[in-house]
C-alpha cells in the first residue's frame, strides 16, 4: 500500500555542526535500511529546498507512523502524507 | 530528469456523459501510451479525490510542458510541477 | 484501519430539487448501508455547514477510494482525507 | 454533546529530555484518566505527525474549554475545535 | 451557551430581483422570530461586505445547526461557527 | 460605534512564571476596568484557544487603537480588528 | 476617521457590453460626487488588476458601510476594510 | 524600470473556439508588438500551467497598467505584479 | 509615481528596552524627514496591529527600495509593496 | 533550460555582523562567478523585501541543486523555483 510524503527539514540554526552531522548520519542509515528492505520505495530531493518527496509501501497506517515517527530527523520535520490508491489508467 | 506532478481534474457538472466519457476515453490512451513509452513513470490516485500525483521523466522543460498541455483534459485540470533531483541518501 | 475524511457538499444552485432528492436519497442508502457493514463507522454534521467528518474502518487504501469514490454525492463533493494511527495514549 | 479537535505538539527543541518526559507522563495520565470516565471518547494519531485527532463528549462549551486549558501540554499545542451534531443519515 | 458564527453571503448574480427579494423577506422574519426569543443575541453586519457576525445561544451544538440550517438563506451562505466559553476577566 | 476584535495571546515559552502573572494581573485590571467603563462590551474566550473575541463600542478608529495598543498583553498578541455596522434585520 | 478599503471588481464575463457601460458609469458619477464632497479621499488603481485601494474619511462604521453598501458595481466585488488611526510618527 | 508579472489565463470553458482563436490570436499579436518595442522584456511559460511570467521594462506604474489592461486577454486573467529593484551584486 | 506599502513591525521581544527605544527614534527622524521632503506622502496606523500603511511618491523602483531598505526597522518589517496607478474615476 | 527562482533571505536576529557581513560576501562573489559563467542569467531584487528573482539557465533539475544548495546564504533562505517553457508568442 503506497503514500507520498513530503518532508521538510528545519535543522535549528544553532545546533552544532557536530550534533547535525551525527543525526544526518543516523538519518541515511536508517533510510538506506527501509529503501533496502523495499519499504521506503522512492526518495526525491525536491529543487531547491531541503525537503524530500519520498514513496512509501507499507502495510498500513500504524506501520507507516512508526516508521515515520522513528526518523533521526523526525523532531525537526514537517511531514504531509498522501494515500494513494491504483490509478484506472494505470497500466501495470 | 524527473518531475512530480499533482493534477487535479475539475470537470464541468453540465458536461454530458457522452463528452466526459469520450475525454475521459482520450486522455487514458495518450496516458498509457506514455507511460508505456517511459515518459509517464508513475501514475497514483489521490484517495478521495479526483486528482493524481505522477512522475513523468523527461529531457527538459520544454518536453514536459509539451507533454502536459497535450492532455484531453488539460483545459479542465489544475497542475503544480515540482521539478526532482536526486536525493544524496537515495539507494541507487 | 481509520482514516478521518471531511467531506463538503457543493450542490449546484441550478440543480431541480428532484435531482437533489434523489441523489440525497441514493446516498444516504449508499452510507446507511456502509454504516451497518461497519466500515463507515462515524458520521458526523459540521455545525453550520453543509459538510461531514466521518471515520472509516478499511483495509487499505485501495478500498477507501473505492468507497468514497463510489458515493452518489462525489461528484459534488470536495474530500479531504486523513490517515490516522493508534495512539499511544489512548486506552483500550 | 460532540466535539472533533485537532491538536498540534510544538515542543520546544530546547526542551530538556527530563523536563519532556515529566510533561508528557502527565499528559498520558490526564488523558487516560478523562478517556476512561468517557469524556474523551476517541484519540487518533495523525499519521507522520506529532498530532492528534481527538473527539470529545462533554456538557457544554466551558466543560470543553476547561478540559482542553488543563492538558499539561496544552501552552505547547495548536488546537482547532469543530463543534458536531448529528448527521441525518448517521444510523444509531 | 454561546456560539459566535460568521455569514458570508452569496446570492447567484442571476437570481431574479423577485426572489432574491422573497428570499431575503423570510430571512429577516425568520432572523427576527429567532432575536425575540433570544437565541439570536446579537446581529451586526461586517462594513463593506455582504456578511454579518453573530452570537447565538442556544442550549447545545444540535440546536444550533438545526436553527442555521433553516436559515432561508442557508444554501447562499458560508458560515463558520466558534464556540464560545465564559472568559476568567469578564465582568460578570 | 462597535468592533469586533480577535486576540491570540503568545505568551514566550521562556517567560518566567512571576513575569508572566504579573502581566496577566495587569491585563485583567486593565480589561475590567474598560468592562466596567462600557468601552469592552463583551469578552468571550475561544473554546481551546489561549485567544479571545471581544467587542468594543468606543467613539472612534484613534480611541480603539489607543486602547489596545495600552493592553499590557499588546506586544504578546495578534490582533484582528472588524468594524461592525447596524444590521438592517437586528432587532433594535 | 479614515478607512483603507481594497476592491476587486468581478464583473460576469457574461454580462452584456451595454449593462457593463451602464453600471461603470453610475459607478464613476457616484464615486466622483463621493470624491468631491471629501468623503472618498483617495481613489488608485491597483497596476493590473480590476481593483482599487481607496480612503474614506466618514464619521463611523455605519456610515462607511452606507456609502459602500450603496455603489452600484457593490454586488460584483469583494472588499477589505481596514480602519486607519494617527501614526505617531506622522508629521501634521 | 522592471516588473516581473505573473499572469494566470482562464478562459470561460463555454467558450466557442472560434471566439478563442480571435483573442490568443490578438493577444499574440499584441505581445509581440510590445516585445519587439523593448517593453515587454521576457515572456516564459510556466511548465504544466496556463501561465506565463513575464518582465516588462516601462518608464512608470502608469504606463505598465495601460499596457497591461489593453492586453485582448486580460478579462480572462489573473496577474500578480512585482516591482523589481538593481540587486546589488547583480553583475553589470 | 505613488506605491501602496504595508509594515508589519517584529521587534524581538528579547531586545533591550534602551535599544528598541534607539532604532524607534532613528525610524521617527527618518520617516518625518521623508515626510516632510515629500516622498512620504501618507503614513496610518492600522487598528489594534504594530502595523502600517504609508503611500511613497518616488521616481522609480530603485529609489523606493533604498528608501525602504534603509529604515532603521527594516530588519524587524515584514513590508508589501503595491504600485499604484491613476484611477480612471479619479477627480483631479 | 530556464528556472525562475524567488529567494528569501531570513537571517537571524542575533547573527553577528562579522559573520552576517562574512556570509554575503561569500554569497556575492559566489553569485558573480554563476552569473559571469552564464547560469545565473537574471538576478534582480524585489523591491521592500530581502528577497531575490533569479533566473537559471543550466543543463538539468540536478545542476540546479547543486548549484543553490552551494549557496553560502542557502541555510538562511527559503526558495521557490519554477520551471520554465518557451512562450509560443515569444519573439526569438
Chains 1, 2, 3, 4, 5, 6, 7, 8, 9, 10 share one sequence.
Do not use: C, I
Not at 6 to 34: F, G, H, I, T, W
Amino acid at each position: 500500500m503506497l503514500y507520498l510524503v513530503r518532508m521538510d527539514v528545519n535543522l535549528p540554526l544553532d545546533m552544532s555542526q557536530e550534533r547535525a552531522d551525527a543525526v544526518k548520519s543516523q538519518e541515511r542509515k536508517y533510510s538506506q535500511q527501509l529503501q533496502r528492505d523495499g519499504r521506503w520505495v522512492h526518495l526525491w530531493r525536491v529543487v531547491g529546498e531541503y525537503s524530500n518527496y519520498s514513496v512509501f509501501d507499507v502495510s498500513d497506517n500504524d506501520e507507516l507512523h512508526e516508521l515515520l515517527s522513528g526518523l533521526p530527523l523526525f523532531p525537526y520535520m514537517d511531514m504531509k502524507v498522501t494515500p494513494l490508491a491504483k490509478h484506472p489508467s494505470a497500466v501495470d
